[in-house]
T-cell receptor
Framework: AQKVTQAQTEISVVEKEDVTLDCVYETRDTTYYLFWYKQPPSGELVFLIRRNSFDEQNEISGRYSWNFQKSTSSFNFTITASQVVDSAVYFCALSDTGRRALTFGSGTRLQVQP | SQTIHQWPATLVQPVGSPLSLECTVEGTSNPNLYWYRQAAGRGLQLLFYSVGIGQISSEVPQNLSASRPQDRQFILSSKKLLLSDSGFYLC??????????FGQGTRLTVV
């Protein structure tokens, strides 16, 4: 069975601070995909990144960066110089290659104070 | 372009009433379709998925059912709603990339 753990329930930072959201996953599949989604107060899920299990290169997109480490089954997400607009719930998710359905973590609520 | 439509956006229903939520996808054919539910303050849980017309797989035992009468239409139903059915329901489809794209969601409150 697949499992995704986001141990941080809620994080509060002050604007311009860097913040890292942790994600640890469990799977028996050798091929899988990892995702991060952002859920603003309006509720829709906004896709941020997809990583396949064969690509351990870290990725940077503007203020966002992701650190995928297969050895520790972690896929952490860092926001540099956080802004108030980053306030949202962030979900890490794992996709199997069969159903291609997502197993979500419980989410981390990020509050960025001005 | 590929889009996903889900309605209604919000719904308040009394206990024991029926439910029908509809989701349609445009710009693709034979997509994998999914229904997820997010209970208050919790993560998302897969309820149903479908790989084709009339093919429905249920992930958790519950008071809900799903149907796929057409290739790009996915419907979530209940004959009699329970208080515990309250939540945020999201329809999604799986693109070839692969990626999962979500609809805008339906916030259901059972009173």
């Amino acid at each position: 069975a697949q499992k995704v753990t986001q141990a941080q329930t809620e994080i509060s930072v002050v604007e311009k601070e860097d913040v890292t959201l942790d994600c640890v996953y469990e799977t028996r599949d050798t091929t899988y995909y990892l995702f991060w989604y952002k859920q603003p107060p309006s509720g829709e899920l906004v896709f941020l990144i997809r990583r396949n299990s064969f690509d351990e290169q870290n990725e940077i997109s503007g203020r966002y960066s992701w650190n995928f480490q297969k050895s520790t089954s972690s896929f952490n997400f860092t926001i540099t110089a956080s802004q108030v607009v980053d306030s949202a719930v962030y979900f890490c998710a794992l996709s199997d290659t069969g159903r291609r359905a997502l197993t979500f973590g419980s989410g981390t609520r990020l509050q960025v104070q001005p | 372009s590929q889009t996903i439509h889900q309605w209604p956006a919000t719904l308040v229903q009394p206990v024991g009433s029926p439910l029908s939520l509809e989701c349609t996808v445009e710009g693709t054919s034979n997509p994998n379709l999914y229904w997820y539910r997010q209970a208050a303050g919790r993560g998302l849980q897969l309820l149903f998925y479908s790989v084709g017309i009339g093919q429905i797989s249920s992930e958790v035992p519950q008071n809900l059912s799903a149907s796929r009468p057409q290739d790009r239409q996915f419907i979530l139903s209940s004959k009699k709603l329970l208080l515990s059915d309250s939540g945020f329901y999201l329809c999604a489809w799986n693109t070839p990339h692969p990626n999962t794209v979500f609809g805008q969601g339906t916030r259901l409150t059972v009173v």
